[in-house]
């Protein structure tokens, strides 16, 4: 696949199919993600496939996806229920949550580093070398900013040796379609030289993909 289709269309899939990832593309997937930059701090990646597994991590995702929401004095419903691009972002996320454990796969990675700057790079790029072969997936920070002890618990991380968890990455194939990630346009968001310099160019549009994918994404 081309790197910029991957890296226009690498975005959020929260509505899969049940199919599970065969071990060739686990071991490609993985296999691509240690290239990523690296500090040199240990980690480590689990992968969890066993429905077992999968269902005593669905429901502390949905508590700790819950939980977000509570720490804003609100609740996911009343999210959901906004216009535009907060309630779309909404309901897709409790999408994902209903059905965490359906994915067919959840990849999740552990670093000794508190901030996830060693792992989380690993992680994108898993995402990038899923998405070339088809597959889907998000990334989540829910589960481990509200439920790392109950996930160490069940994964069986021990809890003595400096471990934190960065991302819980559920993955696979895609119900809905790709299509390139919305984002504020980068001359909204860059400057030049200094915090407010001019920086000289503006991309009012995606430079990939003008004509091609069109799809929301899911
Ligand atoms: C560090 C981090 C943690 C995130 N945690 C969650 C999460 O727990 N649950 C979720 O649904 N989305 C989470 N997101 C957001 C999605 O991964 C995704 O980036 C966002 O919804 C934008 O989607 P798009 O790329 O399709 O535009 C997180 C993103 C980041 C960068």
Redesign the pocket.
Known sequence: MDLHEALYTT??M?RLKPDPIPRDAQERILDAAIRAPTIGEEWRFVLVDDADVRARLAPLYVQ??EE?FAGFGITVEQVMQADGATGR?AR??DH??RHFGEAPLILIGFGRNRD?SGV?PALWSAMLAARAEGIGS??????QTYRSAEVFDVLGVPTDEGWYMH?AVPMGYPLGRWGV???RPVHEVARRNSWDGDLGFSVPDPLWGQSGLTSQ?S
């Open positions: 975005r959020a929260r700790a996806w977000l972002a897709s996320g994902l949550a996830g989380l998000t990334l989540t920070g829910v589960l991302g990630a919305p984002r994404g």
